[in-house]
């Protein structure tokens, strides 16, 4: 529980200072004063006066703000004139475009660019720090790959129709050498629906095969890795880790069945979930041998419960120069970005169930798993969180940063603004709306 608290905690500090920095840094360049920062809702727990800003860490963390000089309904300051306060407490005024030579000095008071841009800061923050932090994740710890090139050959397939058999080594692709799976795979997808030569190692002879890629349907094309049952990562306080299995010992045994193959495992885990299996492994020189129950998990990918262990396939880690480490961020970073856009858009259109979206509890619960697995693990899913919470602000719904980039674009059309009535009737169905989301994503972890 205490690992969960720490982690969750790390996520929210870091995704929401993130986002409510890129308001404070956008606003300071336009020199708008900021008058608090904000690290979650309600009374004050820390709190520190630098400059004009009020500094806070606050007792509710599920959020933050920044409170911009002007923002409350386009505040007056002293500079003012009287004929402009006069204006400005009219509910149908004008857009409060300052006079000819008046300094800007609220929110409300700058042009609508620079108030677009003050509001998009908080999103494009956290999508810029996921970049970061997936840099951070290659240049310090590297790239986990898969370095086994034997493959195992599915029956009537497109492998094996081209002639390649159960225990090659596939060595070259399109006339490139290949050493990990996933370089196999890049350069299968550039040659996607061609036929191309793969190079193979047989019994220590080198012989080329044409192939017809078709990248729509991997299983038949009948390629998959043969991954020896070695042990790679695993989560603290997992059945294995609980057995006493460590990172790089080998699976001998289970309830008697010979493993030879990390599938093979797999297969025998994912099907007795709950059920205790007896597990034999070396380790170094040593044979031992425990009950593991494999847990339950529910896998999305096939929408069922399985079971599992908690360990990871024998991956490879291997360095990135820096310009590699910054290209495959960037890379990483889109990769989710369009991910989490399909994602949103199948829940929209019903593809995907609703009851699949979480909420802060999912978010807890997540954190712990991934600190388990260790920092890696952690920075990944702050990176997803991060990006996340970034394009979710930029939903037009009122009271999220869209909602009031939206409104913007709207006065700015109407060469007006809204009344203080209508900017709080917008406002309070906008909190309603976000209640309401609250309660259903709350409601779905609860039951899930």
Known sequence: MLITIVAFLFILAFSITIHEFGHFLIAKLFKIPVEKFSIGYGPPLIRRKIGETDFRIAYFPLGGYVKIAGED??????????ETQKSLKNEDTESTETEKGQEVVGFYDAPIYQRVLIVMGGPVFNILSAVFVFFIIFWGFGLLVNPFMKVKVHEGSAAERAGIMENDSIVAVAGERVSTWGEMLD???????????VGIVRAGTFVEKRLQVDMDSLDLMGLMPLVPPILGSLKRDGPAHKA???SGNRVLEIDAEEIQTWNQMVDKVRASKNTPLHFVWQDNDIVKDAIVTPISYYDPTTQDTIGQISAIPPLERRRLNLPDAITLSVQRSGEVIWLTLKTLYQLIIG???RRAIGGPIAIAQLSGESAR????SLLGLLAIISINLGLINLFPIPALDGGHIMISIIEAIRNKRFSHRTRLIIQQVGYA???LLIVFVTFNDITR
């Not at 350069?187 to 030569?197: R, V, Y």
């Not at 697995?373 to 890696?376: A, K, Q």
């Open 433 to 435: 709306i976000i209640l």
């Open 244 to 246: 006493g299995m460590k």
């Open 351 to 353: 593809r995907i169930s």
């Open 373 to 376: 697995w260790g920092f890696e």
């Open 73 to 82: 309904e386009g505040d007056l300051t002293p500079k003012d004139t009287e």
């Open 187 to 197: 350069l299968l997808s550039e040659n996607d629906k061609q036929t191309i030569t």
